[in-house]
């Protein structure tokens, strides 16, 4: 089983700060995803990165994918009450025989936010 | 805009009782997964099917059976449920192969307790 490490596992801000999360492996990937989930409910796909040194923006979320595809960095900037969740990394391998046994995820990191 | 629906969404059961949690999908995706999620675990993958007739193991298949006799339907079936398979199931949908980086359409899972 491929391991991706995501760090922090818990977080825990002030409204209006700034964080940084990170997932990385010692495997290449051929894309990465990020996934949000709120309690009670299921994971929501956030971004897909597949370009090494990619970066994508979503309004205040800047992702990146490092060069080598090992590795991806969520930053949030002027964190929100609304960004509380649970975010989770998934590294896709690029196996084009099976479903989804060529995807793999993080354990996770908890982020809350405070007003 | 229904997505993906999963029942039931609660459940206690003993120790050796069968259950069946039911998934279903109107976005007329060929790929269907099951996973489960424990605290500290992560997102691991039970089983999952590219397409209507077909389905395979996935990370943590021992205990559970599935079945997908319609393209829309993905069910997980426990035929006697011990302690161990406490957990959250989510089922989730996808219309590319999630080990290329198709993107994963999750149910709002199903809380499931054995005694």
């Known amino acids: 089983t491929q391991l991706l490490e995501q760090s922090p596992q818990f977080l825990s801000i002030q409204e209006g700060e700034n964080l940084t999360v990170y997932c990385n492996s010692s495997?290449?990937?051929?894309?990465l995803q990020w996934y949000r989930q709120e309690p009670g409910e299921g994971p929501v796909l956030l971004v897909t990165?597949?370009?090494?040194?990619e970066v994508k923006k979503l309004k205040r979320l800047t992702f990146q994918f490092g060069d080598a595809r090992k590795d991806s960095s969520l930053h949030i900037t002027a964190a929100q009450p609304g960004d509380t969740g649970l975010y989770l990394c998934a590294g896709a391998y690029g196996y084009s025989g099976g479903g989804a046994d060529g995807l793999t995820f993080g354990k996770g990191t908890h982020l809350i936010i405070q007003p | 805009n229904a997505g993906v629906t999963q029942t039931p969404k609660f459940r206690v059961l003993k120790t050796g009782q069968s259950m069946t949690l039911l998934c279903a999908q109107d976005?007329?995706?060929?790929?269907m997964y099951w996973y489960r999620q424990d605290p500290g675990m992560g997102l691991r993958l039970i089983h999952y099917s590219v397409g209507e007739g077909t389905t395979a193991k996935g990370e943590v298949p021992d205990g559970y059976n599935v079945s997908r006799l319609k393209k829309q339907n993905f069910l997980l079936g426990l035929e006697s449920a011990a302690p161990s398979q406490t957990s959250v199931y989510f089922c989730?949908?996808?219309?590319?192969?999630?080990?290329?980086?198709?993107?994963?359409?999750f149910g709002e899972g199903s809380r499931l307790t054995v005694l």
């Open positions: 990165v597949v370009t090494g040194g």
């Open positions: 976005m007329n995706h060929e790929y």
């Open positions: 989730a949908s996808s219309p590319g192969l999630a080990g290329a980086g198709g993107e994963l359409f």
């Open positions: 495997s290449v990937f051929s894309s």
